[in-house]
């Protein structure tokens, strides 16, 4: 009798433990992301004075983002900053597009020199990265955009287009020279990163090189042809906005659109990322995907004591204070 109590007690010891088991299993394969499971590097074109600063906060990135690799591509100058960890592959920018050339085609064929040609080498090496990617996908990111909660990139193997309310004339007008024929929609697909299906890159820039009422032969000089003289040394271009257009008509279910909150103008409260703790993070979160630290948006050191109060944090939205700043 003592034996079969003793035996039936153990029985059910070792079935509790092996149900509680089984739930922490399944708790855990519910919660955690289902990591790497499509293979995709992070790419970052960046402006070599701004690497010292990325390292210092590309964590942000590493907790949040469900990449990889992560690749810098920028100039040679800068490799000196990266070397050192084995985290970061680096990619000498002359590799894929080379702004002395850049500015060569400019003074050429529209007899300017424009200030922004770093901006649109920035656009064109996220685009022609596509030629020399191996992967189906790959990630663009912002070099001044942090991420401030986890962000997978796909539902179900489908990738996502991360969608704002935006509307900026020239990109249209440029989009219609160089491909004609695109559907618009009344939202933008201009949110600081992008998830981009190499073949679709491939396609867009493929198409837009057999536009031979444009002059040059690359992409990037027939893009640059494309602009109107006046918009040249404004913004002219995007990249995000020419290739979401372009995927959404010509392969309209390849993605799934989801809204997108971003605060651009991050550097004016908080002036940079290191100014962050897990408190503003959290309280960020709520309303916010990702937090954009733009240099023409400059810090006013007197709102930070009111954005870092815990206890108007707990009082305020994040919208509503951002309104009152």
């Known amino acids: 009798m003592n034996k079969q109590k003793k035996y039936g007690r153990l029985f059910r010891i070792t079935f509790i433990s092996l149900l509680l088991f089984i739930r922490f299993i399944y708790f ?104 020399i990617c191996k992967n189906e996908y790959y990630l663009v990111w912002d070099a001044d955009t942090i991420p401030i909660k986890f962000i997978e990139m796909f539902e179900n193997e489908q990738p996502f287009f991360d969608m704002k ?4 004339f020239p ?48 992409f990037w000089e027939k893009i640059l042809s494309a602009i109107d003289i006046n918009d040249i040394n404004e913004s002219g271009f995007s990249e995000y906005e020419t290739y979401g257009t372009y995927v959404n008509t010509r392969y309209p279910n390849a993605y799934i659109q989801r809204n997108w909150h971003s605060l651009r103008d991050a550097e004016r409260y908080f002036g940079e990322p290191e100014n962050l703790n897990l408190n503003d993070i959290n309280w960020l979160s709520q309303d916010y995907h990702a937090l954009s630290f733009e240099y023409w948006t400059p810090f006013n050191i007197q709102n930070l004591p009111v954005v870092k109060n815990y206890s108007l944090q707990k009082m305020y939205i994040v919208i509503i204070l951002n309104n009152v700043l």
Not at 165 to 168: F, K, L, S, T, V
Not at 177 to 196: A, C, D, G, Q, V
Request: charged share 30%; no cysteine.
């Open 165 to 168: 309310i935006e509307h900026h």
């Open 171 to 218: 990109y249209f007008n440029t989009m219609e020279r160089i491909i004609p024929e695109l559907n618009y929609i009344n939202k933008s697909f201009i949110s600081e990163h992008m998830i981009i299906k190499t073949e679709f890159m491939k396609n867009l820039l493929d198409n837009i090189e057999m536009n031979h009422k444009l002059t040059g032969k690359s």
């Open 28 to 131: 855990e394969a519910n919660q955690k992301p289902n990591k790497k499971k499509i293979q995709y590097d992070l790419i970052i074109p960046i402006n070599p004075l701004d690497v010292k600063k990325f390292m210092k906060h590309k964590i942000f990135y590493e907790k949040f983002l469900n990449y990889t690799n992560i690749i810098l591509i920028t100039s040679l100058d800068a490799k000196k900053f990266i070397e050192n960890d084995s985290s970061i592959i680096f990619i000498n920018e002359d590799i894929i597009i080379q702004k002395e050339k850049i500015n060569e085609f400019l003074n050429k064929t529209r007899f300017i020199m424009s200030n922004r040609v770093g901006w649109y080498e920035q656009q064109f090496i996220k685009m022609a990265y596509a030629r």
